[in-house]
């Protein structure tokens, strides 16, 4: 009997990494993983886009002053795509947006997050957490699609002879 995992092409790892963080999956789609793939990306958008529905589509915005903490901003780059609008808008001061998709992602003001603050109250905390956990997932799965299933990783360290041990 053959105790050796199946063999799992990575093909360009680089490339994988790139994909899946650019759309939540589409790295594992790309190295011939499908259904995984296309698990990651419904449920990290799925997560992602309830948050932002949560928060009333405000809640995912980076700001160059007090208005947002850096580390929530960085939290939510793990998103690639879906999180970038937040970023090209933060370089706009017009007031006017970007065009196609307007003030998407744009910052609001100081009085418009007190207001959303206010009214939300708890939600918009709640909008909040699962932006960022969805995000910080998706790490999880670039990695994943960077460097295979852990299983492989550890089936390749093992030395032919060695048997695996029994939990």
């Known amino acids: 009997m053959n105790n050796q995992p199946p063999s799992v092409p990575l093909h360009d790892t680089f490339t994988a990494?790139?994909?899946a963080w650019l759309v939540p999956g589409l790295g594992h789609i790309y190295q011939g993983r499908t259904a995984k793939g296309v698990l990651f990306f419904?449920?990290?958008m799925g997560t992602f886009l309830w948050g932002m529905y949560l928060?009333?589509?405000k809640v995912v915005y980076w700001a160059w002053d007090e208005r947002k903490p850096v580390v929530e901003g960085l939290c939510r780059l793990g998103m690639g795509l879906s999180s970038l609008p937040s970023i090209v808008q933060s370089f706009?001061?017009?007031g006017r947006g970007l065009p196609l998709i307007g003030r998407f992602q744009a910052a609001p003001s100081a009085a418009e997050l007190q207001e959303l603050n206010a009214r939300l109250?708890?939600?918009w905390h709640i909008a909040q957490i699962y932006t960022m956990i969805a995000s910080l997932l998706n790490v999880l799965v670039i990695l994943d699609a960077q460097s295979g299933p852990s299983e492989l990783a550890f089936a390749r360290r093992r030395e032919p002879t060695e048997e695996p041990a029994l939990a």
Do not use: F, H
């Open 121 to 123: 109250s708890r939600t």
């Open 92 to 94: 706009r001061d017009d």
């Open 17 to 19: 990494g790139l994909l």
């Open 42 to 44: 419904v449920t990290l």
């Open 55 to 57: 928060g009333e589509w």
